[in-house]
C-alpha cells in the first residue's frame, strides 16, 4: 500500500483539480449520485436510526447527498487528506450529527480506529487505490463494522477481465470527456490526458469487477451486486 501522504491525494493542488474537475472526469457522475441517493431512499430512509460511514469521503459531497433526502442520519466521514477534510467541513457546515476523521487507509486496516457500528457504508473513487490482498482485508474491515441488515456500496474504477475489453472501456471514457467539452464549449487539447495519467499513476490499482464481487460473497455479504457499470466506471456493493 502506497503511504498516503506519498500520494498524489496528499498535495492540496492535486486534490483541488480533481475536485474543480470531477463532472468532466467521472463518467455520468451526476447520474451515479442519483443512484446512489434512490438507494440509500428505497433500503435506509425507512430505518429509525441511520449511521453513515463515508471512506475517503473527500469534499463530503455523498454525505451532503444523502443529507438532501435525510437531515435525520448520523454521519462519520474519513479521509487522508486534511485539505478534502476542511472542505467536506465547508460544505457540511450547519449540519448536526457530523464527525470527520483524518485516516488514511493504511491507518484503518493498521490501528482499527473505527469502533463504531454503521447502517451504511460508502465510498467512491478511492478503494481502486489498494492492492486486492489490501481491498479485502478492507472489505473485511467494513463487515465487521457494519449492523446486521445494513449495506456497503463502493463507487470506482476497475480493471476489465481482457485487454480487447480494456482498450473500449478507455474509448468510452475518451468519448465521455469529448462530449463534456463539446458540451461545455472547451477547445483544445485540455483534459484529453486524463485516461493516460489514471493509467501511469502508480496510486491506482484497480482490479476486475468479477474478483471483488466474489471477496464480499467469500466474506459473508449478501445480496451482492453490480448496481451501475459504464466501462471502467462501477457501482457495486452487498448487504450483512
Known amino acids: ?57 473527500g469534499d463530503g459531497i455523498i454525505t451532503h ?18 485539505d478534502m477534510l476542511d472542505k467536506a467541513k ?4 450547519g449540519f448536526k450529527n457530523i464527525q470527520f476523521i483524518k485516516a488514511s487507509f493504511q491507518e484503518i486496516l493498521e490501528k482499527k480506529i473505527l469502533h463504531q457500528t454503521f447502517d451504511f457504508v460508502v465510498s467512491s473513487l478511492a478503494i481502486h487505490h489498494l492492492t486486492m490482498k489490501e481491498k479485502i482485508a478492507l472489505f473485511k474491515n467494513i463487515y465487521s463494522c457494519l449492523n446486521v441488515g445494513g449495506h456497503f456500496m463502493n463507487i470506482d474504477v476497475i480493471l476489465a477481465p481482457v485487454e480487447n475489453l480494456e482498450h473500449w472501456y478507455m474509448t468510452l471514457w475518451k468519448e465521455w470527456i469529448d462530449e463534456r467539452k463539446a458540451l461545455l464549449g472547451i477547445a483544445g487539447d485540455l483534459y484529453d490526458d486524463i485516461i493516460r495519467r489514471y493509467k501511469d499513476n502508480k496510486d491506482n490499482k484497480p482490479d476486475t469487477l468479477g474478483d471483488q464481487l466474489g471477496a464480499l460473497k467469500k466474506i459473508g455479504f449478501k445480496d451482492v451486486d453490480c448496481f451501475y457499470k459504464y466501462g471502467v466506471f462501477t457501482m457495486y456493493g452487498g448487504k450483512k
Do not use: P
Request: aromatic share 12%.
Open 1 to 57: 500500500m502506497t503511504e498516503f501522504n506519498r500520494s498524489n491525494w496528499a498535495k492540496a493542488e492535486f486534490s483541488q483539480e480533481y475536485r474543480d474537475n470531477a463532472d468532466i472526469y467521472i463518467v455520468e457522475r451526476r447520474r451515479l449520485l442519483e443512484i446512489l441517493k434512490s438507494f440509500y431512499k428505497h433500503f435506509l430512509c425507512n430505518k429509525q436510526q441511520k449511521k453513515v460511514l463515508d471512506l475517503g469521503c
Open 65 to 82: 447527498e444523502f443529507l438532501k433526502v435525510d437531515d435525520f442520519l448520523s454521519a462519520t466521514l474519513v479521509d487522508g487528506s486534511e
Open 90 to 93: 465547508e460544505r457540511l457546515r
